[in-house]
């Protein structure tokens, strides 16, 4: 049974740092994409970033750039969230997902979902 596990998550200062983390078990997902997603309440979930299986392309939404960094260690099976400087419109659930294949910003392109993790900013 595969299994994401999202940790890492908490209350944080406006411009403080969290690093996530979500571990993969159940079956290896090294030659899979995986990406990070967000929802606040009432608003629809959204991309936040997402890493190729090597690890060597990435991608990240405009409202995350150079503030969030993705990353990966095939060898653990987990991906990782670097959140700096975060405001508090990047208050939400956040979670990890594998993607069927490739990177992609399109939730319907992920098979697999963690059950998120809280990161709420205070300002």
């Known amino acids: 049974q595969v299994q994401l596990v999202e940790s890492g998550g908490g209350l944080v200062q406006a411009g403080g740092s969290l690093r996530l983390s979500c571990a993969a078990s159940?079956?290896?997902?090294?030659?899979?994409?995986m990406g990070w997603f967000r929802q606040a309440p009432g608003k629809e979930r959204e991309f936040v970033a997402a890493?190729?299986?090597?690890?060597?392309?990435?991608s990240n939404a405009d409202s995350v750039k150079g503030r969030f960094t993705i990353s990966r260690d095939n060898a653990k099976n987990t991906v990782y969230l670097q959140m700096n400087s975060l405001k508090p419109d990047d208050t939400a659930v956040y979670y990890c997902?594998?993607?069927?294949?490739?990177?992609?910003?399109?939730?319907?392109?992920?098979?697999?979902w963690g059950q998120g993790t809280q990161v709420t900013v205070s300002s």
């Open positions: 890493i190729t299986w090597s690890g060597v392309w990435t």
């Open positions: 997902a594998v993607a069927a294949s490739q990177l992609s910003s399109n939730p319907g392109q992920y098979d697999y």
């Open positions: 159940g079956r290896t997902f090294s030659r899979n994409a």
